[in-house]
């Protein structure tokens, strides 16, 4: 009954924004960590960031530290990526992920492309 639906995705220009969301359901969302992959064209699936379930403690991948903001809203059950100053490399499949009892779910993801 773990369901992660992610929307927000789409085509913008070198130097755009974009916000993700990811909304789920099926468990108790606050007592979880949550998380960002993306996976580009040609590339392996790549943790972009990370949030604990109080949204305290927050993780970014390299590439994207400074321009990528995550964050959650537990009342709405729902995490947020919030893209900014985007480039061509960023684009890609961005897929929300749980570790729940030693199992893994993943949403279908949003499709991000950076192009002029």
């Known amino acids: 009954q773990v369901q992660l639906v992610e929307s927000g995705g789409g085509l913008v220009q070198p130097g755009g924004s974009l916000r993700l969301s990811c909304a789920a359901s099926?468990?108790?969302?606050?007592?979880?960590?949550m998380n960002w992959y993306r996976q580009a064209p040609g590339k392996e699936r790549e943790l972009v960031a990370t949030i604990s379930s109080a949204g305290s403690s927050l993780y970014y991948a390299d590439p994207v530290k400074g321009r990528f903001t995550i964050s959650r809203d537990n009342t709405k059950n729902t995490v947020y990526l919030q893209m900014n100053s985007l480039k061509a490399e960023d684009t890609a499949n961005y897929v929300c992920y749980l570790r729940r009892s030693g199992e893994a779910y993943w949403g279908k993801g949003t499709l991000v492309t950076v192009s002029s």
């Open positions: 099926g468990f108790t969302f606050s007592t979880y960590a």
